[in-house]
């Protein structure tokens, strides 16, 4: 790594850029209009003959290098790190190219793709095209690499090793079950200061409604006129957070304590992951990424929602998007939660936390 900062390809103009971004950050202004200059004058150039001397070809270069090995990585490792910076480039690109919204006429446009042709097209010796070629030969290099097997047993399949690291099966059984238990805790210990278990919440999910044919916007279970759950639990959910002693000092006549909040916000967000990963693992055969990701409480203008009451279960809803090309239609999962989670979801969702809202001062 040394010798990758002594070889940096400084210049002039770029070493200007660079100081000027430091001053900026001292300033404390105008520091994205730095950025955004530095990136000029090292993204927006061709790369010839020699295409070391950009800094971007450079800083690639040295992301080919594995810091724990001292090798270089091969194709399969190396080119998810190489879409990375495709992308960011691409983006950084088009907001450079791009005319703001207040110059946006026929000559700006006309520019737009003149520097497009010259800088980003392929064929046009820029950066851009030049990181494309690298991932191009960076992706068949992985797809003829032949896999080597990442997992393997040991001690009677009692015990697996994945990429070195050992895992015991009985500590891997209970990871759903430590991770209900710890969202458990944090929503009713920290975030609902609720220390007894006799004092929290438990629905009964047989005697709730739900009305999957109703479509209008911001609609949920919780909002269902004969559940009422919006407005019966949330009084006294603002109730013990205000009588608890974290909750007396977070909020002082009538003004956050800007720390405070902030801490309780983030034991909010950790409570969310949780409750992601509790509903991942413990529906059936877990979803992918895109679709778990993208599941809401409420319908939406445009999508509906994901999460619905079924039979006295909480039913999560995705679409398998990977079946188009076949079928030219997706497919609908349902995946119904266990109690212990569904209970989860319910309380976090009728008392607020599930929600985007932060509070004010």
Request: glycine share 6%.
């Amino acid at each position: 790594m040394k010798d990758a900062r002594r070889l940096f390809p400084w210049t002039n103009e770029t070493r200007d850029k660079a100081k000027t971004i430091i001053q900026a950050v001292a300033r404390g202004s105008g520091v994205k209009e730095s950025i955004m200059e530095f990136s000029r004058c090292v993204v927006i150039q061709h790369v010839c003959d020699s295409d070391f001397a950009n800094p971007v070809i450079h800083f690639m270069a040295v992301l080919g290098i594995h810091a724990n090995r001292g090798t270089l990585r091969e194709g399969q490792d190396a080119s998810p790190i190489l879409a990375g910076l495709v992308y960011c480039v691409r983006v950084i690109s088009s907001e450079l190219l791009l005319p703001s919204k207040g110059t946006r006429g026929p000559l700006e446009y006309q520019n737009f793709r003149d520097q497009r042709r010259t800088y980003l097209q392929d064929g046009s010796m820029g950066l851009l095209p030049a990181l494309i070629s690298l991932l191009a030969y960076a992706k068949k290099i992985a797809k003829n690499y032949s896999n080597i097997g990442a997992v393997f047993w040991e001690d009677g399949n009692r015990v697996m090793v994945f990429q070195g690291a050992r895992i015991a099966m009985d500590h891997f059984r209970a990871m759903v079950e430590n991770a209900i238990h710890e969202a458990e805790d944090l929503l009713w210990l920290t975030l609902m200061s609720t220390p007894r278990k006799t004092d929290r919440l438990e629905l009964d999910l047989h005697d709730l409604s739900d009305d999957m044919s109703l479509c209008d916007s911001g609609h949920s279970f919780v909002y269902h006129p004969k559940n009422d759950l919006a407005t019966a639990h949330v009084d006294v959910t603002a109730l013990r957070l205000s009588e608890s002693e974290h909750g007396k000092k977070m909020r002082r006549d009538g003004i956050w304590h800007p720390k405070l909040t902030a801490d309780y916000l983030r034991q909010v967000d950790l409570f969310r992951k949780l409750l992601l990963f509790c509903v991942h693992v413990t529906g059936g055969q877990p979803a992918r990424g895109t679709e778990i990701l993208s599941i809401r409480l409420k319908n939406g203008c445009v999508r509906p929602r994901n999460i619905f009451l079924l039979d006295g279960y909480v039913m999560t809803v995705t679409f398998y998007n990977k079946t188009d090309s076949q079928w030219d239609s997706p497919k609908i999962i349902p995946r119904f939660l266990p109690w212990r989670v569904g209970q989860l979801l319910a309380s976090a969702s009728m008392s607020g936390l599930t929600n985007r809202n932060r509070p004010t001062t």
